[in-house]
């Protein structure tokens, strides 16, 4: 085990309260790429701006060239949850880790198995219809075209898209959870869109660590830094 493991483990064994902050790359291992890597779904060619794409004007004004983007780019029904989901789901279930903030709408900590989830941008998989408000699931969303209601309104995913609001009780549970945390971890994400990467200024325990793969916005606010992909280091931990 080498020594950024070693020290990570050491953190964990010391800790009974910890929170896991994570973005898009705790999900590039079950085949989702992320959003600002060479390799993410911002860096491909499109008619418009991808973050204007996934804005709520857009989605009244352009509703059927934003299913058409989400259904290709947002929904990823065959991804199946990692070892880092699974790792974070044994942590919680050995009482060592108190809740997930995620950044992330794919379900897969869930999935996972985990209980204390905190979607600060929502699920692909709760939809619902914006007249009549009845829910409907993720396959009958991305068949193409604009889902509709039975009632004839248009269903909406439950996803935060630019120039909406967090969930007010998602952002209170998640702030709760991090500012009694005895320890943060984390991963997979640049830490550039707020208001999520603001979160963890309300960390006021000893133990923080990030595990990115490429360096981030807020890299000198972290004393432990481990590069490397989150599944592959989360898979080398004991609960
Ligand atoms: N292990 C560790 N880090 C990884 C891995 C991996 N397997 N794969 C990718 N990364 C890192 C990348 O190096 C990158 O720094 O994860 C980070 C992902 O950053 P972004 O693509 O910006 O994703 P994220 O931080 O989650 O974006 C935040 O932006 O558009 C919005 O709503 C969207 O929730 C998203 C938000």
Redo the contacts with the bound molecule.
């Keep these: 085990m080498n020594s950024d493991i070693e020290k990570l483990q050491q953190m964990i064994d010391k800790s009974s309260k910890i929170v896991f902050f994570?973005?898009?790359?705790?999900s590039?291992?079950s085949g989702i790429p992320?959003?600002?890597?060479a390799d993410?779904?911002?860096m491909m060619d499109y008619k418009y701006p991808p973050?204007r794409i996934?804005s709520h004007s857009f989605f009244l004004e352009h509703t059927k060239e934003f299913y058409e983007f989400y259904s290709k780019h947002l929904y990823a029904p065959q991804a199946k949850p990692n070892a880092?989901h699974y790792k974070l789901a044994e942590l919680e279930k050995a009482g060592k880790l108190s809740a997930v903030i995620t950044?992330?709408?794919d379900g897969l900590h869930t999935a996972a198995g985990s209980k204390r989830v905190y979607e600060?941008?929502g699920s692909t998989l709760r939809n619902f219809c914006m007249k009549c408000g009845k829910s409907y699931d993720v396959d009958h969303v991305c068949n193409g075209g604009v889902p509709l209601c039975s009632c004839g309104g248009i269903i909406k995913p439950d996803v935060?898209l630019?120039e909406e609001a967090l969930d007010e009780e998602t952002v209170n549970g998640a702030l709760n959870a991090t500012e009694n945390a005895d320890m943060l971890i984390v991963?997979?994400?640049?830490?550039?869109?707020y208001p999520?990467?603001g979160f963890i200024r309300y960390f006021k325990g000893r133990n923080i660590v990030l595990?990115?793969?490429?360096?981030?916005a807020m890299d000198e606010k972290f004393g432990f830094i481990i590069h490397?992909?989150?599944?592959?280091?989360l898979s080398r931990i004991k609960p």
């Design positions: 994570g973005g898009a790359g705790v590039t291992e992320d959003f600002r890597s993410g779904i911002y973050e996934i880092a950044q992330n709408i600060l941008h935060v630019y991963a997979g994400t640049s830490l550039t869109v999520a990467a595990i990115n793969r490429d360096a981030t490397g992909k989150v599944g592959e280091i």
